[in-house]
C-alpha cells in the first residue's frame, strides 16, 4: 500500500515574526504564492488546483479563504479550503495527486494570530457547557498534560527549559524566524506563570507568516529535473472533543497516525534521519516524539543529546514560532529543504524525514508524513 | 512583497473590529438534565448501554463507541484528582468522580497549586448563587477524609434545560499593509481615491493590490481614480437584521468608478426612496459625497448622490 509519487517541489515562506503589523493577510499569501514558483520551470497555469489552510476565527471573516483566493493565485481553478493545520492540506493535496486526478498543487497556509485574541481562538472550540464556564481552554489543557507528564516520568522544569533555549538556538541560527534574543534557561524558568507548571516560554510562541508548498506528480517532478521529496506515508487522525476523556499522559491520537503513515511508507521500524514536529508546549512536543515511537515514554528530551538517532527539530520547531493552522506546512517545508540542502543544517546524508502537524484544544488532531529522498 | 514604485507601509494604526456573536445554545437531553439538577446540588452521569460506560458529567454519546443509548444515573460528590494546572483563570484539574470511567475538568478551590497532588481525594464544593448555571458546582476541594462514593440510579424530579442564551465577542486589530494603507491614508487625508493600474496598463484595480486576481501577475503603479461613476446593479434592503449599520430602507449599489475596472459597493442615497426603484437602476451616473470629518476608511464616503442629467447605457 505505497504511496504513488508525490513530489514535495518547491516551498516559500515570508519570515515568521511575532506581527506582521505592516501586511495584512492577503500581501503575505500573494508573496508566498508568487515566490514558489522561482527556479521551477513551473507558472500557475501548470497548477490543477489550489488548497488551502486557515481559520476564520483567527482571519476575522467567514469564508475568510473567499476573500483570499485571488492572492493565492485560486481564481477560476479548483480551490478547497481545509479548517485545520496546512499539513492536512497537504496531505488532501497528495491524495489527489497520487490518486491521478492531477498533476500539480498549489498548498497554502497563513496565520496572523497577532490581529485577535487566541485565546479567544482556542476558547471557541471548547465545548461551552461544561468547559467554557469553568475556564478551561487550550493553556489548561497543555497545563494539565504537562503536569501529568512531569509526575509520571520525573522530568523537571529545568529539563524542559533546556529544551526550550536549543529550539530558539536553532530557530535564530537557521530557521526563518525573526528572534530579538534567544532566552537563556534562568530566563525561560523567569517567564510568567502561563498554565503551571509551564511558563510563557515553555508554550509554543504564536506568530504571523505565511507558507506555500507546490506538490507535482513524479512526472512533472522529473520534467523540471529537480530531485526533491518525495512524500511515501501519510496518516491523520483525531481524539475525542473532551480533553477529560482523553487518555491522560498520552497522545493517542498521534500514536495512531504515526502508525498509518509509517504502514504506508513501509517503515517497520521508524528511524527518519530527521524530524520536524508540531508542539503548542514543551511537553507536548515530547509526548509526539514519544507518540511517534523517536523515544521511548518519558524519554523525548535523549532526543537532544549528541549522538541522537534523529535530528530533530533543526528549524527550531513551534516552540519559537508557531503561526497556528501553518505550523505544520512550515515543518514540511523545513523538512523538504533540510532534505535537498543538509549542509546547511549540519545534516550529512538524511534519506528520511518525518513531518507532523497538530491542531485543536489540547493538541486534539495529528498528522504524520514521511518523506524520502 | 514586490517592490513597488511609491508603494511603502504607512503606518496606520490597525483597524479595530469586533464580530459581536449572540447564541442561544441548545444543551440537549444529556447536559440540559445535567445543569437543571446541578441547581438541585446533584450531579448526573451517563451509563451508557452497550458499553456500560460512565460519564460523569452526563454527555447524550458515549465518547467512545459513539452510543446514545443511555441512563441517567447520580453520581457522588467524591473523587480523585488526576492532573491539575493553574492559570489566569485559577485553578483547574481532572477530576474522576467515584463510578464514572472519565475525567471532568473542573475548578479546584480552597487549596493552592503546590498543595495539589494527582491522587488526592477531593470533594464537591457547591455555590449558594441562585442563577449559578453549570458552576452552581463551583468546584472540587482536596478533602482526605472523602467516603469512597457510589454511582446511584436516578432518581427523577429534573426538568432539563432547554436553552442557554450565551454570547461570544471576538475583538481584532487588523493591519492595512502597503496597499489599503497608502488606499485609506489618502481618503483621510486628501479625500482621493487611489488603485493601481492593471497588469496591462488598462484601467485600475480598486482597491488596491500587488495581484491582480485574474491573472495572478503583479499590478501596476498607483493612479487616482476619478470619483463619479456608473451604477451597474443595485438593490433596495427593507429587511432588519442583526449588524446592521442604518435603518431601513436604503440602497447598495454595485458602482464602477471612472477610471476602474472592478466595481465598489456602496450607499446611494439623498433621493426620494418612494420613487428609489425609477431613480436608481443599471447606468445611472453618480458621485462620491464625502464626510466633514474623514478616519480612513470606506465610510469616509458618506454615499453616493446622483448626478442629475446623466445617464450612461
Given at each position: ?12 515562506q515570508t519570515e515568521l515574526r511575532p506581527a506582521w503589523h505592516s501586511a495584512?493577510?492577503?500581501?503575505l ?82 496565520s496572523k494570530p497577532s ?46 527549559a533546556e529544551l526550550v533555549v536549543r529550539r530558539w538556538q536553532d530557530a535564530a541560527s537557521r530557521g526563518r524566524v525573526a528572534i530579538d534574543s534567544v532566552p537563556d534557561v534562568a530566563g525561560v524558568l523567569a517567564s510568567p ?6 511558563r510563557q516560554l515553555m508554550m509554543s510562541r504564536l506568530v504571523d507568516g505565511a507558507v ?64 520536524e514536529?508540531s508542539g503548542?508546549s514543551a511537553?507536548?512536543e ?26 530533530v527539530n533543526r528549524s527550531g520547531g513551534a516552540l519559537p514560532a508557531d503561526p497556528i493552522?501553518a505550523t505544520?506546512?512550515v515543518r514540511?517545508a523545513e523538512?523538504?529543504r ?6 546547511r543544517y549540519g ?27 | ?313
Open positions: 500500500m505505497s504511496f504513488p509519487g508525490v513530489v514535495v517541489l518547491a516551498s516559500a495584512q493577510h492577503v500581501d499569501i500573494s508573496a508566498v504564492s508568487t515566490a514558489v514558483f522561482q527556479g521551477t520551470g513551473l507558472t500557475l497555469e501548470d497548477v490543477d488546483f489550489v488548497i488551502d489552510s486557515g481559520s476564520d476565527v483567527l482571519d476575522g471573516r467567514s469564508i475568510s479563504n473567499c476573500g483570499f483566493l485571488g492572492a493565492m493565485g485560486a481564481h477560476h481553478k479548483e480551490e478547497s479550503r481545509v479548517e485545520e493545520d496546512g499539513l492536512w492540506a497537504a496531505a488532501y493535496g497528495a491524495a489527489k495527486i497520487a490518486a491521478g486526478g492531477a498533476s500539480a498543487g498549489l498548498i497554502i497556509a497563513y490581529e485577535s485574541d487566541p485565546n479567544l481562538f482556542y476558547k471557541s472550540q471548547v465545548e461551552p457547557f461544561y468547559q467554557r464556564p469553568v475556564g478551561f481552554d487550550h493553556r489548561a489543557a497543555m497545563g494539565m498534560q504537562a503536569q501529568r507528564y512531569l509526575a509520571d516520568h520525573g522530568t523537571s522544569v529545568g529539563a524542559l506563570n502561563v498554565a503551571a507548571p509551564l506555500a508548498v507546490l506538490l507535482v506528480s513524479d512526472e512533472v517532478a522529473l520534467r523540471c529535473g529537480r530531485s526533491a521529496p518525495r512524500i511515501t506515508g501519510v496518516g491523520t487522525s483525531m481524539d475525542t472533543h473532551a480533553f477529560a476523556a482523553r487518555r491522560a499522559g498520552r497522545l493517542e491520537a498521534a500514536e495512531v497516525a504515526a502508525r498509518a503513515a509509517y504502514r504506508q511508507a513501509g517503515w517497520a521500524h521508524p528511524a527518519p534521519s530527521l524530524a514536529v503548542s511537553v507536548g515530547l509526548m509526539v516524539l514519544e507518540a511517534a515511537g523517536l523515544a521511548a515514554p518519558g524519554r523525548g528530551l535523549d532526543l537532544l543529546e549528541h549522538g541522537s538517532p534523529v535530528a493552522m505544520g506546512l514540511l523538512a523538504a533540510q532534505l535537498s540542502n543538509p549542509g545534516l550529512a546524508a538524511p534519506r528520511s524525514a518525518l513531518v507532523h502537524g497538530t491542531g485543536g484544544v489540547g493538541m486534539q488532531s495529528h498528522c504524520f508524513m514521511t518523506l524520502e529522498v | 512583497m514586490l517592490p513597488r514604485p511609491d508603494s511603502f507601509p504607512v503606518d496606520l494604526p490597525p483597524r479595530h473590529s469586533v464580530l459581536s456573536m449572540p447564541y442561544t445554545l441548545t444543551p440537549g437531553p444529556a447536559t440540559g438534565t445535567t445543569l437543571a439538577a446541578l441547581k438541585q446540588r446533584r450531579l448526573l452521569g451517563s451509563r451508557f448501554k452497550t458499553s456500560g460506560k460512565v460519564v460523569v458529567p452526563a454527555q447524550d454519546f458515549c465518547p467512545d463507541t459513539g452510543d446514545s443509548q443511555f441512563d441517567f444515573v447520580e453520581a457522588p460528590h467524591t473523587g480523585v484528582l488526576n492532573a491539575f494546572t493553574e492559570t489566569a483563570e485559577g485553578l483547574l484539574g481532572l477530576v474522576r468522580i467515584d463510578g464514572s470511567d472519565v475525567d471532568m475538568a473542573h475548578r479546584l478551590v480552597d487549596t493552592s497549586y503546590a498543595d495539589l497532588k494527582v491522587g488526592q481525594r477531593v470533594s464537591a464544593v457547591w455555590s449558594d448563587a441562585p442563577d449559578a448555571g453549570y458552576l452552581s458546582l463551583s468546584g472540587f476541594r482536596p478533602d482526605a477524609s472523602a467516603p469512597l462514593g457510589k454511582v446511584e440510579p436516578y432518581a427523577g424530579g429534573v426538568e432539563a434545560v432547554k436553552v442557554v442564551p450565551y454570547h461570544l465577542d471576538l475583538h481584532y486589530n487588523h493591519a492595512y499593509g502597503p496597499f489599503f494603507g497608502r488606499l485609506f491614508d489618502e481618503m483621510r487625508t486628501s479625500g482621493r481615491i487611489l488603485g493601481v493600474r492593471m497588469p496591462d496598463g488598462d484601467g485600475a484595480l480598486l482597491p488596491p493590490r500587488e495581484i491582480d486576481d485574474i491573472s495572478h501577475r503583479p499590478s501596476g503603479t498607483w493612479v487616482e481614480i476619478k470619483q463619479t461613476g456608473t451604477v451597474l446593479a443595485m438593490s433596495i434592503i427593507y429587511l432588519e437584521f442583526v449588524g446592521q449599520k442604518q435603518p431601513p430602507p436604503y440602497i447598495y449599489a454595485e458602482i464602477l468608478l471612472d477610471g476602474a475596472r472592478t466595481k465598489l459597493i456602496h450607499n446611494v442615497s439623498g433621493l426620494d426612496m418612494s420613487r428609489a426603484k425609477e431613480l436608481v437602476k443599471p447606468g445611472t451616473r453618480v458621485r462620491a459625497v464625502w464626510r466633514v470629518e474623514r478616519t480612513g476608511s470606506l465610510d469616509d464616503i458618506s454615499h453616493f448622490e446622483l448626478l442629475d442629467g446623466e445617464e450612461q447605457h
